[in-house]
């Protein structure tokens, strides 16, 4: 069965939720984050350039 990326994120939350993070790793896990989607913008860019008319 294929989920929906919205089924991912709802059971990642929960997850995440679970762990009761301290401030410092929450902080640490949004960095991380943000690096991950800055990575996946810069292969999408280098992998994947915009169409030329």
């Keep these: ?6 089924e991912y994120r709802v059971t ?3 997850r995440l ?3 009761q993070l301290t401030d410092d ?4 896990f949004g960095q991380l984050t943000l ?3 800055d ?3 810069a ?3 280098h992998f994947y350039p ?3 008319d």
């Design 25 to 28: 790793t929450a902080e640490i």
């Design 43 to 45: 292969l999408r860019q």
């Design 17 to 19: 939720e679970s762990l």
């Design 50 to 52: 915009a169409a030329t």
């Design 1 to 6: 069965m294929t989920r929906s990326l919205a």
């Design 35 to 37: 690096a991950v989607h």
């Design 12 to 14: 990642d939350q929960r």
């Design 39 to 41: 990575l996946n913008l």
